[in-house]
């Protein structure tokens, strides 16, 4: 059986199956996020298990939600439309008088696709893929973490976007220029490995999406800055 643990302020809800969680401003929802702010929808959201899948359903006609993956990654979920729950979710909500949090953990049931065993998957045939062998160094890995850190942080101090290059300095108590020259040196090895888009517009986006979905830096990785 799946289950769906629900981490919102002041309660924790673990939901079967045959469970369905609503979350909003009315009193009636499942998780009641603040009954007196009107920028929050009746009932914003619905969380259930649909077709061997939990789903988060944005019930509001006008408003989106922000959902952010394990990795730190955001996306939209327009009014009217769903979006399929995997592993850990958190959903964001914005209303006039603050910004609520609802994190949802999946557990799957033995035999899904994401306890499959290695055996289901084909073996890879043809040459190995060369992208990225480039060494990242600890004082690297540092300076990314500084610079990188709001896609890393739980909310409030959730931001997805790049650091200033002063604001990644000061936090490592270094130069600014120092910072700027560790990660153009970086960007420069990784555009020779073959990493595409580590240069021109947008580099400092796309660089913390090649070393964030890679692993390279995670949330552990925030005890380096003392966090």
Not at 106 to 135: C, H, K, M, Q
Request: proline content about 6%.
């Amino acid at each position: 059986m799946s289950t769906a643990t629900v981490l919102a302020p002041d309660t924790v809800r673990v939901l079967g199956e045959e469970d369905t969680l609503t979350f909003g401003r009315a009193t009636t929802c499942t998780v009641c996020l603040d009954a007196e702010d009107i920028g929050v929808s009746r009932v914003t959201g619905t969380i259930q298990f649909i077709n061997d899948t939990w789903w988060v359903v944005n019930n509001s006609t006008s408003r989106p939600l922000t959902l952010i993956d394990d990795l730190g990654f955001r996306s939209v979920l327009p009014p009217g439309r769903r979006a399929a729950l995997q592993r850990q979710t958190r959903i964001l909500v914005h209303g006039r008088r603050g910004k609520y949090s609802l994190q949802v953990d999946i557990a799957e049931r033995a035999g899904t696709a994401f306890d499959a065993p290695e055996s289901a998957v084909p073996e890879p045939t043809g040459p190995s893929t060369s992208v990225g062998n480039v060494l990242i160094t600890p004082a690297d890995r540092r300076a990314l973490v500084a610079l990188f850190m709001g896609y890393l942080q739980d909310p409030p101090r959730y931001d997805p976007h790049p650091k200033s290059y002063a604001a990644a300095a000061a936090r490592l108590g270094c130069t600014r220029t120092a910072v700027i020259k560790r990660i153009e040196y970086l960007r420069k090895r990784l555009d020779a490995a073959g990493v595409p888009n580590m240069m021109g517009y947008a580099a400092l986006n796309n660089l913390a999406e090649y070393v964030i979905s890679r692993g390279l830096i995670t949330r552990k990785d925030l005890r380096l800055l003392h966090l």
